[in-house]
């Protein structure tokens, strides 16, 4: 089947403008993460979906950033008045299962933001 | 705070020889620890999942250890080949799961 997709692979704006980047899970999996990666560093956690469960935001670095998970599937993460420093690499990836069920994740393309 | 510290340096290995990667954490009891890789301009791929009860995993050429009590996890790769060069992150995972930064390995024909 298809893995996790995400869009759009590259995204090019201007300081101060709003984006929504977008990740579509593999059927069935639970489990969302959104995670950031800067040039040269790890992955840095964001926001984490499971089931119906209030999402686990405490990654989230601003109130600028939010996102939502609408029927259990596709996840929207949106950047409002975007900064310089929110230019990195955004990946989105699934699991079966979330945190402490030893489920691995699977990870999508990501998405390039470069805030100009 | 918890911390997850990956070699920082590049590693190069001679092709045919055994590559060893080195994960560390602190002021975190893990109940699983993965390894992925990565590929430049691509997601991270799993590899391998230990449990705090393991000691040791093995897939085809792959090899991981977990030493709760070190609080250490190493990352065998035997018989390396070129095509193994990649990035290579551990995670954590308790109540939230935490990456490492990484290791840039280089296998050198």
Redesign the interface.
């Given at each position: 089947g298809a893995g996790v997709s995400q869009s759009p692979s590259n995204k090019v704006t201007e300081k101060g403008k709003d984006v929504e980047l977008r990740c579509d899970p593999i059927s069935g999996h639970t489990a969302l993460y959104w995670y950031r990666q800067s040039l040269g560093q790890g992955l840095e956690f964001l926001i984490y979906f499971q089931g119906n469960s209030a999402p686990d935001k405490s990654g989230l670095p601003s109130d600028r950033f939010s996102a939502e998970r609408t029927g259990g599937s596709v996840s929207t993460l949106t950047i409002q008045r975007t900064q310089q420093e929110d230019s990195a690499v955004y990946l989105c990836a699934s699991s079966l299962v979330g945190s402490r069920s030893g489920y691995e994740q699977y990870f999508g393309p990501g998405t390039r933001l470069t805030v100009t | 705070s918890q911390k997850?510290e990956q070699n920082s340096e590049a590693l190069n290995i001679q092709e045919g020889k055994t590559a060893t990667l080195t994960c560390n954490y602190t002021n975190y009891s893990p109940?699983?620890l993965?390894w992925y890789r990565q590929d430049p301009?691509?997601?991270?791929?799993?590899l391998l999942?230990i449990?705090e009860n393991e000691k040791e995993k093995r897939k085809e050429r792959l090899k991981v250890t977990f030493d709760t009590t070190l609080k250490q996890s190493l990352f065998h790769i035997t018989a390396s080949q070129p095509a193994d060069s990649a990035t290579y992150?551990c995670a954590v995972?308790?109540?939230?799961?935490?990456?490492?930064?990484?290791t840039r390995l280089h296998i050198l024909p």
């Open positions: - | 997850i109940a699983y993965q301009g691509r997601g991270p791929v799993f999942l449990r992150l995972e308790g109540d939230k799961i935490i990456f490492g930064k990484g």
